[in-house]
């Protein structure tokens, strides 16, 4: 996708459900930090919020497995 690792990190936090707050004290980062990292995510993947974030990485995460054939083991 493209994100750097603290990018990443917030992604993570994000698809499992936390906000800004909790991921602030969990990545050890001020919440200005986080919203700018959100702000570049955002940019970078071409979406406008959060939800469409989540959607982006779950077809990111589905797409893997349209490469192999149902017959074939991952």
């Given at each position: ?28 980062l ?7 990292y ?28 349209d490469?192999h054939?149902?017959?074939?083991p991952?």
């Amino acid at each position: 996708m493209g994100l750097a690792g603290r990018e990443l990190d917030v992604v993570r936090a994000v698809v499992g459900g936390s906000r800004d707050p909790k991921i602030a004290l969990d990545l050890r980062l001020s919440p200005h930090t986080v919203h700018t990292y959100l702000d570049r995510v955002y940019r970078k993947l071409g979406v406008n919020g959060r939800c469409d974030l989540v959607l982006r990485v779950f077809a990111e995460y589905v797409s893997l497995f349209d490469t192999h054939s149902a017959s074939e083991p991952l």
